[in-house]
């Protein structure tokens, strides 16, 4: 027909579905619990027009979603009477990928093979729509929006290269997503297996889940219930559903308050850190509920950007419903809700730190760098974030297991700086001739790796009254019975010789050539003029965007 036109996919989509096909076959069944996430999804923002929208089209329709199996043509519908979308939408929401980490994140995944083969590692990225191609050879969406103006519209694709857009007959508010099964997907029409797959994935959805006329979840929100009633598996399966995790989470805590604000909260720390660090706009896991409606997803407002890394659900009766993102961003009622989860999350963390230790060990070694960015970023929760702070020492190259207030009570007499060593890694750093000075005089020294590590140190107030010196600088500050040690020595006169040969021949390269007791075993080091730029932050400030 005249209206019928025909895209081709972006290249980008035609790299993710390639990889999504060849590299996700273990795991075909999880394209259903994609659906249904996009359903719920598309539901939770037709309730949430609704609380404003007096022309909302199709308004009665009860909130569900829809499974359909036919045996015979061998198709699975999963059909909502959510949000819809309209022709633009469709091309603009099917037809590119929204994450910003994902393209990178593909062209990561063709080098590096075993990276691919780790599905928990493309689970993070939710592969989303994409994931029915793994068991369908056509697809169909056919969807009406919300609003009564737009058109129906119909989608069409075998996902190899290119979609068709159709005209649509649908009358009914909402999504219909229909898979042609490939030849070999028998049990996806099974009503049997298809089932007990729902009731795996929709256990916490807020919506009912229908086979036929048969309701199989019962839709209810985990965060209400008393902490006593919660069994360990619900909070997993919870996670699940609530964040699209693939794994289990680390921990969780389940919060409520009820004074200055109400609110309630289930907040997960993940089993790894997400792929991209340093990706600043990577979303921020914490969905808003207010009075049972969903709100927002990615809610920056309701933690400290350091804690980004948290998943789960916020919801609040103290908020109106009309919240939008623009006010939210001035809204005392969130600004007090953030205050109360960042002092609770961070006390149970200390808690954590003090009385399971390996259990915070495992936690510092995901997140902590998240925690060094809060000592540098969050002033008012220095006091604390510093206690949280875990470092490898000359002392202690096992495990990160030395504190600040340990190493200060190990210091030697008159020792009046906190001493750390910057490097590429623990090895590198073990061989160091910074530290042999150190080690003769068993003055314990920090080792760290990260290249932030330097500029945050750098940046601390003294620590119980020691300054954080790096062992680079030129002036260790070093107590008065230790300076003698490392006085510039009298040399023979051929020893002056090298000294103006050396400088000759580095030139501008260095301020100060300078004889040294310092070292044990190594012939020299390169040390750092007081006031200079230790060699970690220029290497980091003239490395550039990676
Ligand atoms: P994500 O859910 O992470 O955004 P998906 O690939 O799962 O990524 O979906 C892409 C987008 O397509 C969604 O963000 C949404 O805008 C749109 N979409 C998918 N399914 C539906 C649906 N059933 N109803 C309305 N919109 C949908
Ligand atoms: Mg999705």
Not at 122 to 134: A, D, E, K, L, R
Not at 266 to 276: D, F, I, N, T
Not at 521 to 543: I, K, L, T
Request: aromatic share 10%; charged share 30%.
């Amino acid at each position: 027909t005249a209206a019928e036109q025909q895209f081709e996919f972006k290249t980008e989509i035609k790299e993710l579905l390639h990889l999504i096909v060849h590299t996700l076959y273990t795991h075909k069944e999880i394209f259903l619990r994609e659906l249904l996430s996009n359903a719920s999804d598309a539901l939770s923002k037709v309730q949430f027009e609704a609380l404003t929208n007096d022309n909302l089209y199709d308004k009665d329709q009860p909130l569900e979603i829809k499974v359909t199996l036919d045996e015979e043509n061998k198709t699975l519908t999963v059909e909502d009477t959510g949000i819809g979308m309209s022709r633009d939408e469709l091309i603009k929401h099917i037809g590119t990928i929204a994450h910003s980490g994902t393209k990178r994140f593909i062209k990561e995944l063709k080098e590096n093979q075993e990276k691919a083969a780790n599905p928990e590692l493309i689970g993070q990225f939710g592969v989303g729509f994409y994931s029915v191609f793994m068991v369908a050879d056509k697809v169909t969406i056919d969807t009406k929006s919300f609003d009564a103006e737009t058109p129906a519209i119909k989608w069409e694709s075998d996902g190899l290269g290119s979609y068709t857009i159709l005209e649509s007959e649908r009358r009914k508010r909402g999504t219909a997503i229909t898979l042609h099964l490939k030849e070999e997907e028998n049990e996806f029409v099974q009503k049997f297996r298809v089932e007990s797959l729902i009731k795996q994935y929709s256990n916490f959805l807020p919506f009912p889940v229908l086979i036929g006329e048969d309701t199989i979840n019962t839709p209810e929100a985990l965060w209400r219930k008393s902490k006593s009633e919660i069994k360990e598996e619900e909070y997993k399966e919870f996670y699940k559903t609530a964040t699209n995790a693939w794994d289990e989470p680390m921990f969780w805590e389940h919060f409520t308050a009820d004074a200055p604000v109400q609110f309630t909260s289930v907040l997960y720390v993940p089993k790894s850190a997400p792929y991209e660090y340093y990706n600043q706009d990577l979303e921020h896991g914490l969905k808003l509920y207010v009075k049972r409606v969903f709100i927002q997803d990615d809610c920056k407002e309701l933690v400290p950007k350091f804690m980004r890394f948290l998943k789960g659900v916020v919801e609040s009766e103290d908020l109106p419903l009309n919240v939008s993102r623009e006010t939210i961003q001035s809204n005392a009622v969130i600004q007090k809700i953030n205050k109360i989860i960042t002092k609770k999350f961070l006390d149970a963390l200390t808690k954590m730190a003090e009385k399971e230790e390996e259990k915070y060990l495992e936690f510092w070694k995901q997140f902590g760098r998240y925690i060094k960015e809060g000592v540098h970023g969050e002033f008012n929760l220095r006091e604390k974030l510093l206690p949280l702070l875990r470092f490898h020492s000359t002392k202690q190259t096992e495990n990160p297991v030395v504190t600040l207030k340990s190493y200060a009570e190990h210091k030697v007499t008159d020792q009046k700086a906190i001493y750390y060593a910057v490097g590429e890694s623990l090895d590198q750093l073990r061989r160091s001739p910074h530290l042999e000075f150190f080690t003769r005089n068993d003055i314990e020294v920090l080792l760290v790796t990260e290249p932030m590590d330097d500029l945050i140190l750098n940046s601390l107030e003294p620590f119980e009254e020691l300054k954080f010196i790096n062992v680079e600088s030129g002036d260790l500050e070093l107590p008065e019975e230790l300076k003698k040690e490392i006085e510039e020595p009298e040399v023979p006169e051929t020893m002056t010789q090298l000294k103006d040969k050396v400088r000759e021949v580095l030139q501008d390269k260095i301020t100060n050539v300078r004889f040294s007791k310092a070292l044990t075993d190594s012939p020299c080091r390169f040390y750092n003029e007081q006031g200079g730029m230790s060699h970690n932050v220029r290497r980091m400030m003239f490395a550039g965007p990676s």
